[in-house]
């Protein structure tokens, strides 16, 4: 069972999955000679203001993202808090700045409450449909508490899972002035509707 709540609570992190690219606790960049992908034109990258701009993840659809991942996770309750920020600058940094941003799992007995604080920064392009990000740097830090207590080394084990989910890319589309991201799952793809902040 403390496996288990240990695994359930470092699940969080792949919350970023949805975002242009899931970062390590580390600096991370893609191949290649650490330059971005080649850039959209500027009417791609300006249009409606999108996909340049800055736009939030609300607890409402995170809400929705999670209740996706309880589903696939075999209906294991997640409860999120809080939002997360993303900016897309139009001199092609990027940076999602988590927001009092927590997922908690209650089971019979036990109480698993994952945190994360801080920001990801690194670099973006669009092109074609999809949104890249390469040069990411974690600055967030992740705590994960069962009944009140602290997992110790609960980045180190964030860490292993994230590195064999390496995302730098994500098809999206500009809608009713949203920005809207084809997010993976464990086991699926579903749809992330971003609004102005």
Do not use: H, K
Request: charged letters at 15%.
């Amino acid at each position: 069972m403390r496996r288990s709540l240990i695994a359930a609570g470092v699940i969080v992190i792949l919350a970023t999955a949805c975002s242009p690219g899931t970062p390590s606790p580390t600096a991370m960049s893609s191949p290649g000679d650490g330059t971005p992908s080649p850039t959209a034109s500027p009417a791609e990258a300006t249009a409606a203001g999108c996909p340049a701009g800055t736009w939030l993840f609300s607890n409402a659809e995170l809400t929705e993202f999670w209740s996706i991942i309880e589903a696939e996770s075999g209906d294991v309750p997640f409860t999120v808090e809080g939002t997360v920020l993303l900016d897309l600058n139009s001199d092609r940094t990027l940076v999602w700045t988590f927001q009092d941003y927590a997922v908690v799992i209650a089971l019979p007995g036990a109480e698993s409450r994952s945190t994360i604080e801080g920001r990801v920064t690194g670099d973006w392009s669009a092109e074609s449909g999809t949104i890249r990000s390469i040069n990411l740097t974690d600055e967030t830090e992740l705590t994960v508490t069962v009944n009140g207590a602290e997992i110790p080394r609960a980045d180190e084990v964030a860490t292993t899972i994230i590195d064999e989910f390496p995302l730098t890319e994500v098809p999206y589309r500009c809608a009713g002035g949203n920005l809207i991201l084809d997010s993976p799952t464990a086991l699926s793809t579903t749809e992330v509707t971003l609004v102005p902040a």
